[in-house]
């Protein structure tokens, strides 16, 4: 066989055996991201209640002089209860993102300043907590890798129900701290 078809065969063989491979992966990356999505949904229906939660987080009360977090409970700036209407558009949302999961984990610290808890009779079933500075969250209510723009759809959940997905969190931790602190204690 002339040199240059060997040459040329491998390339093909190599190529294809590639190809397969890739493919192969790409198939078990959108199953990990629908079976997430799947349990997501599940969640978001078996819930009477689902509370949407925007707080600090202890990095807003990182003193970078000493290296040392401040003693400071966590700081509640808003919390909407979803209503039906809210709950089905939480379920399009999630609905709509593409299966294809996650490849690639963020380079940053995970500071979550939005937290989402889901209730069947006042128990808790599960809780997700979501960090957009790193587009990362983390839920305890799946052993599935999330879609890789599952973000969005957490994205146009928190801007639908009036919260804010980005803020200045740590001038907004210090500001509502000096608030608190000029307030008269009650009695």
């Excluded at 493919?23 to 819930?47: N, T």
């Excluded at 977090?69 to 709950?87: C, G, R």
């Excluded at 790193?134 to 973000?151: K, L, N, Y």
Aim: hydrophobic residues 40%.
């Amino acid at each position: 066989m002339n040199p240059m078809l060997r040459i040329f065969v491998f390339l093909c063989v190599t190529l294809v055996i590639t190809l397969s491979a890739a493919s192969a992966q790409a198939s078990k990356l959108s199953a990990e991201g629908a079976a997430y999505k799947r349990d997501l949904i599940r969640v978001i229906e078996k819930s009477d209640k689902i509370v949407v939660t925007e707080h600090s987080d202890k990095y807003d009360f990182f003193d970078s002089k000493n290296y040392v977090f401040l003693e400071q409970e966590q700081l509640v700036y808003q919390t909407v209860i979803l209503s039906q209407q809210e709950k089905a558009s939480f379920k399009r949302f999630v609905r709509a993102v593409p299966d294809r999961t996650q490849y690639m984990i963020a380079g940053c610290i995970f500071e979550p300043h939005h937290t989402i808890k889901f209730y069947k009779q006042d128990e808790l079933l599960s809780t997700l907590q979501i960090c957009f500075k790193c587009g990362a969250q983390e839920w305890d209510g799946t052993r599935h890798s999330p879609p890789q723009e599952i973000m969005r759809g957490f994205y146009k959940l928190i801007k639908a129900i009036g919260l804010h997905p980005e803020e200045g969190w740590w001038m907004l931790a210090q500001e509502t701290l000096k608030k608190h602190m000029a307030q008269p204690a009650a009695d």
